[in-house]
């Protein structure tokens, strides 16, 4: 495979490393018998869906989850047997595809699944997750009924088998766990309804396989945030079992510099004025690369120190407040670590009052992403 050539020095550099750290620390505290489930959806949270998968499955990982059939499609085209569990709802004209290429699908209703019937006889039986909604309100069967209904039919079809169940916890980051346990009670019970236990029983998301009650582990825990260094919530963090290491980072180059008289402005609406002499650079990334005009006044780092985002971030071009002179080419990180400092993606979400989930995925596919 060719390495690609990028001419801007804007990029996303993703320390596989990191991944391959987080993913072995996490075997190593859940046990060698529980599988992980590496979560590669939405581009692998912006890192790059086929490397960070080529990364879990050596550091161990013997499934991979996405959220839609697309994401499965991409994922096939690079990676021939790994287990792959489409988490989210797949179209029923999905099916043929999934049958022939060993794709796990989710099966959360009976509509759903009477659809599914029409494409029968299939070329290969199709696994199906059977998803419970213990709690999110998202999708799911919420009643034993319809959960015994479903395994009833897909029992009675060769077309399709039972492979997994697993439900989705919509509160395990937080310290009150009330919501939580009474997810993970009505969970179990559905399962103890089961005449069979399923091949794969998994509940667990990140913040669960961290820092709840390990016999949640069952058979695999689905890891997603943390394995890409990030915590779930800042109460998990407290409460950590293995130190993670981030792998998202984010740098550029200073491409112009200008000293600037007092009472000059800089950008759009001329929102910003100089108070005193001073340096400012130009850096080629805008809010056409995610990041967001909102972020105007956040830190960069340059020459190990702290600069700000002056005026209004561009399309394609932000100014930033020099701490010195510096030349052209001058590495600036909006991510990452420089010398002693660092700015951090929890930073960027304080920033913009979001959760740090959500930065790594609004950087846009203009912002190339190159692995170390
Ligand atoms: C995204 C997702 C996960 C991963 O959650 P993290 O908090 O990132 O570990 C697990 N399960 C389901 C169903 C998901 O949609």
């Given at each position: 495979m060719n390495t690609p050539i990028y001419y801007r020095p804007t990029k996303a550099v993703i320390d596989l490393q990191a991944i391959t750290h987080n993913i072995s620390s996490l075997q190593n505290y859940i046990g060698p018998t529980i599988q992980i489930i590496a979560v590669v959806k939405a581009n692998a949270y912006g890192h790059g869906d086929v490397e960070v998968a080529k990364t879990a499955i050596e550091a161990g990982a013997t499934m991979l989850a996405v959220a839609t059939p697309d994401e499965a499609v991409h994922i096939r085209e690079n990676f021939k047997d790994i287990d792959i569990l489409v988490l989210g709802a797949s179209p029923h004209t999905f099916i043929p595809f999934a049958s022939a290429e060993n794709i796990i699908l989710t099966v959360f209703s009976t509509e759903w699944l009477q659809l599914a019937q029409q494409y029968t006889p299939l070329l290969n039986q199709q696994r199906l997750h059977i998803k419970v909604d213990s709690g999110m309100g998202r999708i799911g069967v919420s009643?034993?009924?319809?959960?015994?209904?479903?395994?009833?039919?897909?029992?009675?079809?060769?077309?399709?088998?039972?492979?997994?169940?697993?439900?989705?916890?919509?509160?395990?980051?937080?310290?009150?766990?009330?919501?939580?346990?009474?997810?993970?009670?009505?969970?179990k019970d559905f399962l103890g309804a089961l005449p069979q236990k399923p091949r794969l029983v998994h509940v667990a998301n990140t913040a669960t396989a961290l820092v709840k009650d390990p016999s949640l582990h069952y058979d695999a825990v689905r890891f997603g945030i943390s394995m890409y260094g990030l915590l779930p919530s800042s109460y998990v963090g407290t409460k950590l079992p293995f130190p993670i290491k981030p792998a998202f980072s984010l740098q550029t180059e200073l491409v112009h510099i200008k000293k600037m008289q007092a009472g000059q402005s800089v950008g759009y609406g001329a929102t910003y004025t100089a108070e005193e002499d001073c340096y400012i650079g130009t850096i080629p990334i805008g809010y056409a690369d995610g990041m967001i005009r909102k972020l105007s006044g956040q830190e960069v780092l340059v020459g190990g120190k702290r600069a700000k985002i002056v005026g209004r971030i561009c399309m394609d071009q932000s100014m930033i407040l020099l701490p010195e002179a510096y030349n052209v080419g001058e590495e600036v990180v909006l991510i990452g670590c420089q010398q002693q400092e660092e700015i951090t993606i929890d930073d960027w979400a304080h920033k913009l009052q979001t959760i740090n989930y959500e930065v790594p995925c609004v950087i846009t596919a203009r912002v190339p992403r190159v692995y170390k």
């Open positions: 009643t034993k009924e319809e959960l015994m209904e479903l395994y009833t039919i897909i029992n009675s079809s060769d077309d399709f088998l039972v492979d997994g169940i697993f439900t989705h916890f919509a509160t395990a980051d937080e310290e009150d766990s009330m919501y939580f346990d009474n997810q993970a009670t009505l969970f």
